[in-house]
């Protein structure tokens, strides 16, 4: 009779448990979609990309797991699975700010010969909108996307100055800043604007021709923290193959485990301080 007492009331603790378990990981998943889904929306609209945030969100958990199961697969261990699942929810935002990053570099590149362009349609008697347009027109993509966002908000009444300004905020490079800067000293003291941006686009020229010279000489600074960083896990999958006997113990032991964990932490810090180092601002 005692022993089931005992064992109804372990069948309950461990239903409620499961019940709690389950309960906690659907509101936990619900909030995160809310969440991920509200981030992507703004930030694939940031892009000028109208994808579906749901869709962003399925591929987001698919490549979770895919991740770890491949984890497990090769490993053969659930405690590296798991933390594997967790860290590619991580992904989405790296790739996020290696994308925006890359659209911010491409801006710059673009600026200084869409300045030339509006300096020369301001020479020729056209009006700023118009000078505006006709660059939209003719440049790439990202800068044709905002100059023609910025063309749209003016057409709803929105000034030019807010415009640029909210130009500026969205595209927060200091070249951005360089021109409005440049175009507000001309507004306010009354001097030539097409000339004021002829020398904008010569000083962002230059700027970015700079940044050039260093990003090349700093180039070999940074490919040597990515190779020192792989060595390390090279040789691990080397040995693996060579020796799995002696490797069993790193992937199916705490101390092994513990011995990976110090080995991602100082693989992390090292490549981190090689690219603070080789990382010149001017």
Not at 253 to 263: F, N, P, Q
Request: glycine share 4%.
């Amino acid at each position: 009779m005692n022993q089931q007492v005992l064992f109804i009331t372990v069948a309950l603790s461990s239903a409620l448990l499961a019940w709690f378990a389950v309960d906690l990981c659907t509101v936990t998943m619900a909030r995160y979609r809310a969440q991920f889904t509200e981030k992507a929306k703004f930030q694939a609209q940031e892009f000028f990309l109208f994808v579906d945030p749901k869709t962003l969100f399925a591929a987001n958990v698919a490549v979770m797991a895919l991740g770890a199961s491949l984890t497990w697969l090769i490993t053969g261990s659930v405690l590296l699975a798991v933390p594997m699942f967790f860290a590619l929810a991580l992904l989405p935002r790296f790739i996020y700010a290696w994308m925006r990053k890359r659209r911010l570099r491409q801006f710059e590149l673009q600026l200084p010969d869409a300045l030339m362009m509006l300096s020369g349609a301001l020479r020729a008697g056209a009006s700023m909108a118009s000078a505006i347009q006709l660059m939209a027109q003719e440049a790439q993509n990202p800068l044709a996307q905002e100059f023609s966002l910025v063309l749209r908000e003016q057409r709803l009444g929105v000034s030019m100055e807010q415009c640029l300004n909210n130009l500026s905020r969205r595209v927060p490079t200091q070249t951005t800043v360089l021109l409005m800067s440049a175009m507000r000293i001309a507004g306010e003291t009354g001097g030539g604007l097409a000339e004021t941006l002829e020398r904008t686009s010569h000083t962002i020229r230059s700027h970015l021709q700079m940044e050039g010279k260093i990003e090349a000489l700093t180039a070999q600074g940074k490919m040597q923290a990515w190779v020192v960083g792989s060595l390390p896990i090279l040789l691990m999958l080397v040995l693996n193959q060579m020796e799995p006997d002696s490797m069993a113990m790193l992937w199916h032991s705490r101390i092994g485990w513990a011995t990976l964990v110090v080995i991602a932490f100082l693989e992390v810090m090292g490549i981190y301080l090689i690219r603070r180092i080789t990382a010149i601002d001017i």
